[in-house]
């Protein structure tokens, strides 16, 4: 190792979005970049989009964590229909909401990739709770409600703490995402 510190970044979206539909491809090489930066990537440990970045991110050798709303791995697989193919696995048993608090915080940086309501969800806790030291990025044109995200925290009446980038370009984004992780950890 060579003593710089590895960023945790969860990649999310929508879990009944295809794999190999025009958005997994871009969520597939949010996931390589991300590796490729040395991130370590987190996920709610579901199908789709997600799971389409964990595929690029092992793809070029890189460490990802499923971040589950089970209890163990029965559940995961049986009552969630989620796949068992992360790096590491963390079980919560706190459903999707409570997965979702502990994925969030447990990030440097969060990445949407298109997604719905949940997803959703998960930018609020993002807008909410993550600091100063952290990034959201939106990838615009990705489908789903993200295009709208940037649009609703200017609605909001206040501005996250977290460092905002907005891109239609996955590699763009991801770049952008490490150059501000890797700034605030010099000033900090």
């Known amino acids: 190792m060579d003593g710089m510190r590895r960023f945790n970044v969860a990649v999310l979206g929508s879990a009944s979005a295809l794999e190999d539909s025009s958005q997994g491809l871009k969520a597939f090489r949010v996931g390589e970049l991300v590796a490729l930066n040395r991130g370590i990537l987190l996920t709610g440990g579901c199908p789709g989009l997600p799971h389409a970045a964990v595929r690029g991110a092992v793809s070029v050798g890189g460490t990802t964590v499923a971040v589950s709303p089970a209890a163990n791995r029965a559940e995961h697989a049986g009552i969630f229909s989620y796949p068992l193919n992360g790096s590491i696995m963390v079980f919560t048993g706190m459903g999707a909401k409570g997965r979702n608090v502990i994925l969030v915080r447990s ?55 977290a460092s905002v980038i907005i891109e239609s370009n996955p590699d763009a984004l991801v770049e952008g995402i490490f150059r501000q992780l890797r700034k605030e950890k010099i000033s900090a």
């Open 107 to 161: 990030s440097d940086a969060c990445i949407f990739v298109g997604g719905g309501m949940g997803t959703l969800n998960e930018f609020t806790i993002a807008f909410d709770d993550l600091g100063s030291e952290c990034a959201i990025g939106i990838l615009v044109g990705s489908g789903g409600l993200v295009d709208e995200f940037a649009r609703l925290a200017s609605l909001s009446g206040k501005s996250p703490r």
